[in-house]
C-alpha cells in the first residue's frame, strides 16, 4: 500500500525520512522532476528502486544529498573544478559524475567506479533528505519507459501500489532532468543536458565536450550516460521534430497531409522555455487523448533549447521533417 502525503502535511517530511533510513522507497518532488528515493548506501533499498520502476539494472542512479558533509563520504576525491562547480550550480540541477568512494554499492553505479551526485534546491526534497540524513537514490519517479514526472498527476499515475509513500507539491519547477556532468574525464563531458546550461558550464569549465550522442542517432557511438541510451522519453504516438526552416503555410501543408491519412494530429510550437517545463505532460496527454502523430516545433540549441531539443529528437527517433 502506498501512503499519500501532500507537502505541506505536518507529518509528511518526518515520515518519509523515517521510512526511508528503514529502507523503504519514498517518492518526492525536487525543481527538476519528481524522484522516487531509497537509502543509496542500503543495496536491498536501491534494489527496491528498480522493482517499482522497471528499471533495467545496468542502468546507474544518481545521489542525491542535502549536506556537502557527504560529498567526501562518497567519491574519491573532490577536484577543484568540482568545487567551483558546486560552489556555483548548488543546490540545483546540476549532477556530477566523479570517482566513487568505497561505501557506494554497486546497485547504485551499475558496477561504475564512478558515481552521480546532485544536491537539488526543492525545498521538499532538502527537507527529506536532510531529515533522513543519508544520501538518497533517485531516478525520475516514472515508469521505465514513460517521461519523467512533472505533476503529481504523473506520480500517482505511476507509482501508486508500487512504493511505500508519496509526497505531493504540484507541478515541478523546470520539468526537464538535470544537467548531468562527468568530471571523471578531462575535459569534463556533458552527458544529460538540462537546466543549468552548456553555455553557464563553459563559463566555469573553459572547455566542455558534448557526448557525441546528444542529438544524433546512437547507431555509430555508445552514450557515456547509460540511461541515455534508452528510448525513455516517447510517447505511444508517432513523433517528428518539424524543422524551424518551414513557414506557417508549409507547416499546415504537413498537418494536413498526416490529417488526410486518417492521423489524430497534435501540432506543438512554443518558446523553448515552455517546451521544457510542458513536453514530457504534453507527451502523457497525448497518450491519454489518443493522438496518432505529435509534430513539435524545433527550437534553437542555444541555453535551455539543447536539452529541449535533446529530448525531443530522443521521442522522435531523429526524425526531423
Ligand atoms: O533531475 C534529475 O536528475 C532527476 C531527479 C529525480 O533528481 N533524476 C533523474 O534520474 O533523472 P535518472 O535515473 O532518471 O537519470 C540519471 C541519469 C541516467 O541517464 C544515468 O545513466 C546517468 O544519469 N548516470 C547515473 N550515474 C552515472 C554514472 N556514474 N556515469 C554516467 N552516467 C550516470
Ligand atoms: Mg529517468
Redesign the pocket.
Known amino acids: 500500500m502506498t501512503i499519500c502525503y501532500r507537502a505541506g502535511q505536518a507529518s509528511a517530511i518526518a515520515h518519509a525520512a523515517k521510512l526511508l533510513k528503514d529502507g523503504a522507497t519514498v517518492v518526492f518532488p525536487?525543481e527538476?522532476?519528481?524522484?522516487v528515493g531509497a537509502n543509496g548506501l542500503d543495496d536491498a533499498a536501491v534494489q527496491k528502486i528498480f522493482a517499482a520502476k522497471g528499471r533495467p539494472a545496468d542502468?546507474?542512479?544518481?545521489l542525491?544529498i542535502a549536506s556537502l558533509d557527504w560529498l567526501d563520504r562518497l567519491v574519491a576525491t573532490v577536484p577543484p573544478l568540482a568545487e567551483r562547480l558546486i560552489a556555483t550550480f548548488w543546490p540545483g540541477?546540476l549532477?556530477l559524475?566523479l570517482k566513487k568512494s568505497a561505501i557506494v554499492p554497486d546497485a547504485v553505479?551499475a558496477g561504475?567506479d564512478?558515481?552521480?551526485l546532485?544536491m537539488?534546491s526543492h525545498p521538499v526534497a532538502r527537507a527529506i533528505i536532510a531529515a533522513a540524513d543519508l544520501p538518497i537514490a533517485?531516478?525520475?519517479a516514472n515508469l521505465s519507459g514513460k517521461p519523467?514526472p512533472t505533476k503529481a498527476a504523473h506520480v500517482v499515475a505511476d507509482m501508486m501500489g508500487r512504493v511505500d509513500l508519496i509526497v505531493e507539491d504540484g507541478d515541478v519547477e523546470h520539468g526537464l532532468?538535470?544537467t548531468?556532468l562527468?568530471l571523471s574525464v578531462d575535459p569534463p563531458m556533458l552527458?544529460?543536458p538540462g537546466a543549468v546550461t552548456y553555455e553557464q558550464l563553459l563559463a566555469v569549465c573553459g572547455e566542455v565536450v558534448l557526448d557525441a550522442t546528444l542529438m544524433t542517432s546512437q547507431s555509430a557511438a555508445k552514450p557515456?550516460?547509460?540511461?541515455?541510451k534508452y528510448r525513455h522519453y516517447a510517447p505511444a504516438a508517432d513523433v517528428f521534430v518539424v524543422d524551424l526552416a518551414h513557414s506557417e503555410a508549409e507547416i499546415d501543408a504537413l498537418i494536413q497531409s498526416f490529417r488526410a491519412k486518417g492521423n489524430k494530429v497534435r501540432y506543438i510550437a512554443a518558446p523553448a522555455k515552455q517546451l521544457a517545463h510542458q513536453l514530457f505532460a504534453l507527451f502523457r496527454s497525448a497518450d491519454l487523448e489518443g493522438y496518432d502523430v505529435v509534430l513539435v516545433r524545433a527550437v534553437t540549441t542555444d541555453k535551455i533549447g539543447l536539452a529541449v531539443m535533446n529530448r525531443l529528437l530522443k521521442a522522435a527517433e531523429y526524425r526531423v521533417i
Not at 527538476?32 to 524522484?35: A, F, I, Q, R
Not at 542502468?59 to 544518481?62: F, G, T, Y
Open positions: 525536487t527538476t522532476v519528481y524522484g542502468n546507474p542512479l544518481i542525491h540541477p549532477t559524475v553505479t561504475l564512478t558515481v552521480a546532485r537539488p533517485a531516478p525520475s519523467s532532468e538535470s548531468v562527468d552527458l544529460r557515456r550516460a547509460p540511461g541515455m
